[in-house]
């Protein structure tokens, strides 16, 4: 029998081949645009902090006083004795924020996904999903025995079509689709969605990743709002809002919430620090929309959604190499590629942060101009 290391050399040596090997590289963060690899510095253009907010003195300050006064750990899972204090505002914070009677934090967001779906439906249910979610709903999808459904991105006809041919046969139904699209940057038209989930008596869950200090507040209709405290919020942990019924479901059913340790309590009050920012600083919050719109104005793309825009470069070698490209031209902007993104779509993906200068985007399409990678784009 072949040895383990064998068997996943063979494994990488085929990824190797498709240029899909991934690797960790060591990186500095100094401030929430700016990193440090190989001793150089680098205008990130792929953090998802994109408010700065991981390095904001008044969280870093939340932080620092809970650590002192809690500890490192939560010692325990929120069920038995890891649910201190600082979640009661937490989760307040958020169902305010969204609007909803209540929220329920998790892990993370992956570990919010991977407890709720699979705690709503199962063997018998129909889950519909949009072709373009995050990998976490995929899987939680799986792991829940549901029919597991795609409707082409954002085809409200095709959901549609899926939902009267086939809500019939299942007791439960969830369409599953994301705010903010985390490799496209577009949104999804959730209010569209949830009216016509509401004719066909199912529910509508979204995933607000890359919304939550990005797009302006608004109330949703979706019966399930997830999302983290990882990207704009700048920190860490998953949530879940909706009705009180809903969270007080999940506290018991959600398996990633019962068998899983509680956030670290300095994690959780680092983000309510965060949340307050978000809530109050609208300014704030409106930059990182304004910066990447100033790039797609500049390039002559179409008007970004949100904070995220991409660049299709379709082979992998081509992004690998627009991305080494803008490394050594002092630029940090990661190349995505499949089975992150559908086969033949690998991309330059630009992430906006509310720290980015005018200076640094103008730079930025200059490079781009001068490669040709835009002009591109419009010919796809
Ligand atoms: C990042 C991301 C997640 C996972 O959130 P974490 O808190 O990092 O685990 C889930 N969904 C989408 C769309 C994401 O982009």
Redesign the pocket.
């Known amino acids: 029998m072949p040895a383990l290391d064998d068997i996943l050399q063979q494994k990488l040596l085929v990824l190797e081949s498709k240029h899909q090997r991934r690797t960790l590289k060591e990186t500095q963060r100094e401030d929430g645009i700016r990193v440090l690899r190989n001793g150089k510095e680098l205008i990130s253009f792929s953090c998802?902090d994109y408010l700065g907010l991981s390095k904001h003195p008044e969280v870093i300050a939340a932080g620092i006083e809970a650590l002192a006064e809690f500890g490192a750990g939560a010692g325990a899972s929120r069920l038995v004795t890891g649910n201190n204090s600082l979640y009661e505002e937490l989760e307040a914070r958020l169902a305010a924020y969204k609007g909803t009677q209540a929220a329920c934090v998790f892990g993370?967001?992956?570990?919010a996904?991977m407890g709720t779906i699979p705690a709503l439906v199962g063997k018998g249910d129909l889950i519909l999903a949009d072709k373009l979610v995050?990998a976490?709903?995929i899987d939680a999808a799986k792991l829940s025995g549901a029919s597991v459904m795609r409707f082409a991105h954002n085809n409200l006809d095709h959901c549609r079509m899926l939902l009267e041919s086939n809500r019939s046969d299942h007791h439960q139904c969830i369409i599953l689709t994301?705010t903010v699209f985390?490799m496209d940057g577009d949104r999804a038209p959730v209010e569209a969605l949830r009216a016509l989930a509401r004719h066909h008596d199912t529910w509508v869950m979204t995933?607000d990743?890359?919304g939550l200090g990005v797009i302006p507040r608004h109330m949703s209709s979706a019966d399930i709002q997830m999302g983290?405290?990882?990207?704009g919020a700048g920190v860490?942990?998953?949530y879940v809002c909706g009705s009180q019924m809903l969270v007080d479901y999940l506290k018991t059913a959600a398996r990633t919430l019962v068998f899983s340790t509680g956030l670290p309590p300095s994690v959780v009050a680092c983000a309510n620090a965060a949340l307050s920012i978000i809530a109050e600083d609208s300014d704030l919050v409106a930059l990182p929309l304004a910066n990447a719109r100033q790039f797609t104005s500049l390039l002559g793309l179409e008007v970004a959604q949100s904070a995220i825009v991409p660049l299709v470069m379709k082979e992998n070698e081509k992004a690998l190499e627009a991305s080494a490209l803008l490394e050594e031209r002092g630029f940090l902007v990661a190349a995505i590629r499949p089975p992150t993104v559908p086969e033949n779509t690998a991309r330059l993906r630009f992430a906006f942060s509310a720290l980015h200068e005018p200076e640094h985007i103008e730079e930025l399409v200059a490079i781009i101009k001068e490669q040709g990678w835009a002009k591109e784009q419009a010919d796809l």
């Open positions: 998802n993370s967001g992956y570990l996904n995050h976490c709903m994301e985390s995933d990743a890359h983290t405290l990882s990207k860490y942990g998953g």
